[in-house]
C-alpha cells in the first residue's frame, strides 16, 4: 500500500522566518510528488515534481524531490501570516492513477 | 471556467438518512475523484472514475457507500443509511489526464 509521511505535524514560526517541510513516500512505479496548500476550504495547487535535483519556484516557495531517498521538501522564505495554512504533500503513481496523500503539516505564522 | 462545484456546501441529517453529494466537474478533465477529509484520518481516497468508469472503489469504508458517474459533467456520492461517523467534509476533484488535482468547494457534512 503507498504511504506518505510528513514532517513536521505542526509547526509554529514568526513572520520573516524560514521553514523548511518534509514529506517522505513510499508510492508503487512512482510518477509524481504534489504539493498543495489548504486554507479554509479546499486544497490548492502549489508543484509538481517529477525530477530529482529540479527546484521548483513560485515567490517565496521552492521544493524539490529526491528519488533516491524518497523525499521531498517544500521551503517558504519570508514567511507571512498570510502562509498560515496545512501544507499537503501526494505521492502519484503511473499505473494507479489515484494520489495518495500525507496527513500534512499545519503552519502558523505568528505577527 | 467556474472549477469543480459541489453541493451541498453543508448538510445535517439524522443518522439514518439517505445522503447525496454532488460534483460537476471541470469540463475537459476526464478523472474524478472523491475524497473525504477529517481531523483523525486525514484526507482518504474513497473512489475515483476515469472516462467515467470506476477505477479503484477500494476506499469506500462500506456498502452503505455508493458512488455513480452517468456521464462526463455528473456524479453522486450516495450514503444510505448514514451514521454520525460519516460526519465529515466531503471533496470531489477532477483532473486532466495526469498532473494536479483541481479540487471543489467541498460538502461539509454532519449526521446527528
Known amino acids: 500500500e503507498d504511504k506518505v509521511v510528513q514532517s513536521p505535524l505542526s509547526l509554529v514560526v514568526h513572520e520573516g522566518d524560514t521553514v523548511t517541510l518534509n514529506c517522505s513516500y513510499e508510492?508503487?512505479?512512482?510518477?509524481?510528488l504534489l504539493w498543495y496548500k489548504q486554507e479554509k476550504k479546499a486544497p490548492t495547487f502549489l508543484f509538481m515534481l517529477?525530477?530529482?535535483?529540479i527546484e521548483k519556484k513560485s515567490g517565496r516557495l521552492s521544493s524539490i524531490l529526491d528519488k533516491k531517498e524518497l523525499f521531498s521538501i517544500l521551503n517558504i522564505t519570508a514567511t507571512q501570516t498570510g502562509d498560515s495554512a496545512v501544507y499537503l504533500c501526494a505521492g502519484l503513481g503511473t499505473n494507479a492513477g489515484k494520489s495518495t496523500f500525507g496527513d500534512g503539516t499545519t503552519l502558523t505564522v505568528k505577527p | 471556467d467556474a472549477g469543480v462545484i459541489q453541493s451541498p456546501r453543508h448538510e445535517v441529517t439524522e443518522m439514518g438518512q439517505e445522503v447525496t453529494l454532488r460534483c460537476k466537474p471541470i469540463?475537459?478533465?476526464?478523472?474524478l475523484f472523491w475524497y473525504r477529509q477529517t481531523m483523525m484520518r486525514g484526507l482518504e481516497l474513497l473512489i475515483y472514475?476515469?472516462?467515467?468508469?470506476?477505477?479503484?472503489d477500494s476506499g469506500m469504508p462500506e456498502d452503505r457507500f455508493s458512488a455513480k458517474m452517468p456521464n462526463a459533467s455528473f456524479s453522486t456520492l450516495k450514503i444510505q443509511p448514514s451514521e454520525p461517523r460519516d460526519s465529515a467534509v466531503y471533496f470531489c476533484?477532477?483532473?486532466?489526464?495526469?498532473?494536479?488535482?483541481?479540487f471543489g468547494e467541498g460538502s461539509r457534512l454532519t449526521v446527528l
Open positions: 476533484a477532477s483532473r486532466p489526464g495526469t498532473g494536479e488535482l483541481f
Open positions: 517529477t525530477s530529482s535535483g
Open positions: 472514475f476515469n472516462n467515467n468508469v470506476p477505477i479503484d
Open positions: 469540463s475537459g478533465h476526464n478523472s
Open positions: 508510492v508503487t512505479n512512482f510518477r509524481s
